[in-house]
């Protein structure tokens, strides 16, 4: 792969995730009424089940906040 292609890769995935990804789930996911965050979400971020029981994602909700914040 060339260095150019590696670049638009790099910038394309970015944008992805500055524009599109962390805008949703901080929009959609968190729970202001119970606290934590809804995982089960459709594509619109409408809550399609307000049962928590993954953890994980929740989790890896709040690390990627945290890390994208450092």
Known sequence: MKT???HALRDFYYRELTENILPFWMNHAR???AGGYH???NRDGS???YDKVCMWHAGRIIWT???MYN
């Open 47 to 49: 809550v399609y089940d």
């Open 65 to 67: 906040y945290a890390h």
């Open 4 to 6: 150019y292609e590696i």
């Open 39 to 41: 995982t089960c979400l």
């Open 31 to 33: 729970d202001a009424e």
